[in-house]
């Protein structure tokens, strides 16, 4: 007897419907499961068995065919245990085969009780849109999948329990539409501003860096402050949006990193992580591809510190993503692209002993090592930063006044108020996919950052004097109207021009 279960495979980000075929046939006892499996897919067939028998039902002694269609999408994990074994158990007669309007998914123990899987939020989303009824997932992502409206969301915990509901011996409870999310929540970070002593001139340059999206390289030497200020960053972001939210839970959800209980994401991300990390941990990637830490990072900060650290070619790598806000990796099956809108910041030393300019302790590297030091961060990835920050240490009677500075969340609302004015600029000259002035192109550049003439003569002056390239002049120009936006100017004046200059980066040595 032949049997069909709906069920799905996440590529990338998004669900494809897979559709689980059992053939009961008569002959020798052989399982043979055909549709592009990977190796978790093709073990099924012994968890599946097992589960089976232990949950008190009858596995064929027969030539069973499992068939995943369509067979040109591949199959990876063991998201199809539960639909396997319903499919059987379905072939065999001993549950109900009419499953037309169901979703299954769903990894077995062999006990039969049913654990956890990998992106259920965009499977619950394609079965909405395909227009599935009933969702059954594991239990313990059941809240995961209640986020979406619209389907019902039933929590499984054993193979013997889905089987009983769907032949109406015992009902299970259907988990409620229970997305809840309040955008004017005020956000909890580990690390507010308020706390930071000290520092004025880095608070105010990320700030600006907030306020316009702009990436962001602190220099200093050790214990100055530059990985306080960089966790404290993410607390003076603009509060999340409902669909940012989703954005990022559907990130972590495909990475199985969504942390336990919490369904839905309601704070941006901090990535950052060490320099020791793989390109394909960095960027995304794996036989089958999976998100990266900068697509981890999208919609809120990826950190790294000591970034001379870092592999070359990692550090190349981010070029493409901090122009394009994606990432794209490439296979012989293929092309993913994954989102990677995140707000770089990066920290190091001025050289290996990390003292070099220091006043208070003399630098023990030669001339020659600092300059190789420096240079392991070449010119286009340095091009693509705007802001350039020295910091310095804390004297001591900033780090003993018990006087606490501004709290991020009185930074965040001026963030928030340059925000506005960038959106409604863009909105209104119908530039909707443009959000910052960080995101801007030529075009954009060209249209909102017009100089006066004062103005055009200290650009004239500093692309002479500091070398500047086309893409600096840019960035240059969109950070000037990021600081014009905070001061609520309407057009971009000479100060703002000379303080976006001030964070160009000085000369590397020397």
Known sequence: MLAQVHSCAVIGLEAQP?????????????????????????????????????????YPQHRLTINLAPAD?????????????????????????????????????????VRHVNGVLPMASMAQKLGFRRLFVPAIDAAEAA????????????????????????TIARREHSLQFNEGAEPVYPVDFRDIKGQEHAKRALEVACSGGHNVLMKGPPGAGKTLLARALP???PRLTLREALEITRIYSVADALPPGQPLLCTRPFRAPHHTISHAGLVGGGRWPKPGEISLAHRGVLFLDELPEF?????????????????T?????????????????????????????????QCTCSLSAVQRYQQRISGPLLDRIDIHLDVARVPFQKLASLEAGESSATIRARVEAARKIQEERFRKWGKPNVLVNGDMGPAEVQAFCEIDEAGRNLMRAAMQ?????ARAYHRILKLSRTIADLAGESRIQVQHLAEALQYRPRLLAG
Do not use: W
Not at 84 to 113: K, M, P, W
Not at 148 to 169: D, F, N, R, T
């Open 18 to 58: 897979v559709h689980v075929e059992v053939d009961v046939a008569s002959g020798l006892e052989r399982v043979t499961l055909v549709g592009l499996p990977d190796t978790a897919v093709r073990e099924s067939s012994e968890r599946v068995r097992t589960a089976i028998a232990n949950s008190g039902f009858f």
């Open 73 to 113: 999408l591949r199959k990876e994990g063991p998201a199809y245990d539960l639909p396997i074994a319903i499919g059987i158990l379905a072939a065999t007669r001993q549950t109900i085969s009419e499953l037309d309007d169901t979703l299954i998914v769903g990894e077995l123990s062999l006990d039969g009780s």
């Open 311 to 327: 592999g070359a070619r990692n550090l190349e790598t981010l070029r493409q993503p901090l122009e394009d806000k994606i990432v």
């Open 465 to 469: 004097q500091m070398n500047l390239s």
């Open 235 to 237: 607390s003076i972001l």
């Open 329 to 361: 990796i490439s296979r012989a099956s293929g092309s993913l692209t994954f989102p990677a809108a995140f707000q770089f910041v990066a920290a190091m030393n001025p050289c290996p002993c990390g003292y070099y300019g220091d006043e208070r302790q």
């Open 147 to 170: 986020l979406v409206e619209g389907i019902e969301v039933y929590p499984v915990a054993s193979l013997c329990e889905l089987v009983e509901h769907l032949c109406g011996k015992r």
